[in-house]
């Protein structure tokens, strides 16, 4: 197999997602994924570290968008409406690939320690926010409050859109679980 | 030893607890543990399942208090209240001891696969803390949002009151973390 198969990267995480699915993630081998994407071992560790990181590659981009929105939003935005800024633009990116987002979410489902390191990216990634509304010149402790309160309405909106089979919007799901946000910790 | 040793259980959670902080978690074994307690490591299994069980024995007295207190909450109350209102009496549990929290608040965040387990623990307090508005009559969905937010607001108090050295009370520090959630979700 050459180097530079083409979309090398994708194929294998395909083949991935599949098998994991098909066979659970602790019975799938890399040995399996290479030749599911017809490709060699040495090609899937070019492109990821192991078998996990198929799964959590995706959440250096989407940290980087939800960190740029935050940072870019417009200057006279609250805190909590910039937050929202930015989990909008990751909603936005999560959403393009929804079948692949579905899958992926089905095999953390099915496995306790994947769920704890996919908390451990999501804990991080509110450490991130927090940091980047810091930038904005908001205090430490409530820029931590805005970034938790936006990853809690985050939270249920990406679990009502897993639920609703990953279909319409989840752009829109977020902004609706913002907005009961609003409500339910007012008392509404 | 004899089966009755005056409590042992508490001695060994002590000593594991100093043991942890001066060595580290992964270089402490039980042997060395149960040595420092002046009991044995069969005494040790008696009252733990292994080393990490000693830092997370915690957690289902306190699942149990939240829950029990949501449960109990005033029936007027709105959902963000009572569970409010649960996380306000985990918090009195919690400060009760002070330096045991702190000491093991700073080994698990020495530790990333600790901390993965103690956000994992958390996740499930929150599922629990949902599942009990539910059985209060809240929707699903509205239940989960208020159980997100409140631990949103815990997360904050119990990170402020570590950083204060666990000095004061927890219960102060959490209805103020509540009432600037409300602030920020509102844009204030």
Chains 1, 2 share one sequence.
Do not use: C
Not at 24 to 50: C, M, N, P, S, W
């Amino acid at each position: 197999m050459g180097r530079w198969e083409p979309n090398a990267r994708g194929r294998l995480g395909r083949a991935a997602m599949e098998l994991y699915v098909e066979r659970g993630f602790d019975q799938t081998t890399i040995a399996d994924i290479a030749e599911r994407a017809g490709l060699t071992k040495r090609t899937f560790f070019r492109h990821y570290a192991d078998k996990r990181d198929v799964l959590f590659a995706g959440a250096d981009p989407l940290r980087d968008v939800v960190v740029r929105a935050i940072t870019e939003a417009p200057p006279e935005l609250a805190p909590f409406a910039a937050v929202s800024f930015g989990i909008e633009a990751g909603a936005e990116l999560i959403q393009e690939r929804p079948d692949d987002v579905r899958m992926r979410q089905a095999v953390i489902d099915a496995h306790p320690e994947l769920q704890e390191r996919e908390l451990a990216k999501l804990a991080a990634l509110v450490g991130d926010m927090a940091a980047a509304l810091h930038g904005r010149g908001v205090g430490a402790w409530p820029a931590r409050l805005a970034a938790e309160a936006g990853m809690a309405a985050f939270r249920v909106a990406f679990a009502r859109w897993i639920a609703a089979s990953a279909e319409g919007k989840l752009t829109q799901t977020v902004r609706e679980s913002m907005t009961e946000l609003t409500a339910t910790v007012t008392g509404e």
